[in-house]
């Protein structure tokens, strides 16, 4: 799979790609990611990308030229074109296994006060990662990539990640490591009795019992 973020900020993704599962899945050839800043596609001087509303108003807005002509450079036939934006559709695990199927998919990232409304005819998809506002797409790219790369085959084992919350449509199951006991609170007993069809039972019934307390609308 490939994933092109296109950003102003390209150093923010530094750490992201550097560490851990993410780095590990780059270097297996798993997934191909390119960070393109898509100042480099401004044609004015200085390589201005934003300028002031029409109408007035606060902040800077970004033009559609640059943005446009990042996204056609990479626009293959079988892209997907997600645009990062509070106002698209809310992100989930099932949009995030939707997207794992996918051969290419470019992410673009906003920033200031957002794009110009013309972006949109542009892309694809718009999506947001929840109701509240960041000051750019970059950390909902990163979240996006880094939900998407883990469901693709060979980056974790796929037990470990098959009682994942949501998964199934539930939330996952309590789990304990060593110590035993800590500040007086126990593992539960059945963890330690060895008995792997009680301890699957167990697992299933907390995972329904977390869910109807903390997430009744997945039921
Ligand atoms: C400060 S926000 C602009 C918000 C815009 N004025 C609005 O109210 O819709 C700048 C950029 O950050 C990104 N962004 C902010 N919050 C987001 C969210 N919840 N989900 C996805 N992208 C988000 C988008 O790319 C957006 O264009």
């Known amino acids: ?42 044609t004015l ?34 892209t997907l074109v997600c645009l990062m934006c509070p106002q698209g559709k809310k992100y989930t695990e099932k949009k995030a296994m939707d997207l794992a199927t996918k051969k290419h998919i470019v992410l673009v990232c906003g920033h200031y006060e957002g794009f110009d409304e013309r972006i949109r005819s542009f892309v694809d998809e718009e999506i947001s990662i929840g109701d509240y506002i960041l000051t750019g797409g970059e950390i909902p790219a990163m979240a996006i990539s880094d939900s998407v790369i883990r469901l693709l085959p060979g980056v974790i084992r796929e037990e470990s990640r098959s009682f994942d919350s949501f998964m199934n449509g539930l939330l996952d199951y309590p789990t304990y490591t060593k110590p035993r006991e800590f500040r007086g609170l126990e593992v539960p007993e059945i963890l330690l009795s060895g008995d792997h069809k009680k301890i699957e039972e167990w697992r299933e019934k907390e995972a329904e019992k977390k869910t109807k307390e903390k997430r009744k609308d997945l039921l």
Do not use: W
């Open 1 to 42: 799979m490939q994933i092109d973020i296109l950003t102003l900020f390209p150093h923010m993704f530094d750490g992201f790609l550097e560490e851990s599962i993410i780095k590990r899945a780059i270097e297996k050839g798993l997934v191909k990611i390119n960070i393109i800043d898509f100042r480099e596609f401004s």
């Open 45 to 78: 001087n200085n390589h201005q990308v934003d300028d002031t509303p029409y109408g007035g108003g606060a902040g800077m807005v970004l033009r559609c030229e640059p943005l446009v002509a990042a996204i056609e450079s990479v626009r293959k036939e079988d």
